[in-house]
C-alpha cells in the first residue's frame, strides 16, 4: 500500500514536471511573439518561466531515476565482466545515495531557513523562497529511494550495453 502510494506521488510529479515543460513552451511562445508586436511581455510571464525550469527538473528527476532516463555512460561497464559490472553498477548506485542523502538533508536546512526568515521572491511579484527550496529535500529524498533500489534490487542501474538503446 505504501509503495503504491510513493508510486502515485512519483508519475504525479512527473506529470506535474512534463505539465511544466508544456507551459515553458507556451510562455516561451507568448513572449517571443509580445516582443515581436512591440510589447513588453509581462515581467510574470518570464519569471514563472525561471519557476517552471525548477520545477521541471526538480520534480521530474525521481521518475526520471526510476525509468533510468537520467544521463550515464555504459562505455566502460560494458567492457567489464558481468561479476565486475555488478559490484561497479551497485557502487555507483551507493554513491548517488550518499550524495543525495546530502543533498536532502542541505534542503531540508535551506527550506526551514526559509520558513524561518520568512524569506521572498520579489522579482515579478512576492513568492515564498521555501515553494521554491521545499522541491529540494522532495525531489532528492526521493532519489534516495529510487537509487536505493538499484542497490537492493534485482535490477541494475547499468546495462552493460554500449551505445544508444532507443
Known amino acids: 500500500m505504501i509503495s503504491k502510494a510513493y ?31 512591440g510589447l513588453q511581455p509581462f515581467a510574470w510571464l518570464f519569471t514563472s518561466g ?3 525550469l525548477l520545477y521541471m527538473t ?6 526520471l531515476v526510476r525509468e533510468k532516463g537520467h544521463v550515464h555512460i555504459e562505455l566502460v561497464t560494458a567492457a567489464l565482466p ?5 559490484i561497479v553498477s551497485r557502487g555507483v548506485a551507493i554513491a548517488c545515495v550518499a550524495v543525495c ?13 526559509n ?4 524569506d521572498f521572491d520579489t522579482r515579478a511579484y512576492y ?21 536505493s533500489r538499484f542497490i537492493i534490487g534485482s535490477e541494475l542501474m547499468h ?3 554500449a551505445g544508444i538503446h532507443e
Do not use: Q
Not at 101 to 113: D, Q, V
Open 7 to 37: 508510486s502515485t506521488v512519483l508519475y504525479a510529479l512527473a506529470t506535474i514536471a512534463g505539465l511544466t515543460l508544456v507551459w515553458l513552451m507556451i510562455s516561451v511562445i507568448t513572449s517571443v511573439l509580445m516582443r515581436n508586436a
Open 50 to 52: 525561471e519557476y517552471g
Open 58 to 63: 526538480m520534480l521530474g528527476a525521481p521518475w
Open 82 to 86: 558481468d561479476w565486475l559490472r555488478h
Open 101 to 113: 542523502l546530502i543533498l536532502t538533508w542541505k534542503g531540508i536546512e535551506l527550506c526551514l531557513k
Open 115 to 118: 520558513i524561518e526568515r520568512g
Open 127 to 147: 513568492y515564498p523562497r521555501w515553494m521554491l527550496t521545499i522541491t529540494f529535500p522532495i525531489s532528492f529524498g526521493m532519489m534516495v529511494i529510487e537509487f
Open 159 to 161: 546495462s552493460g550495453e
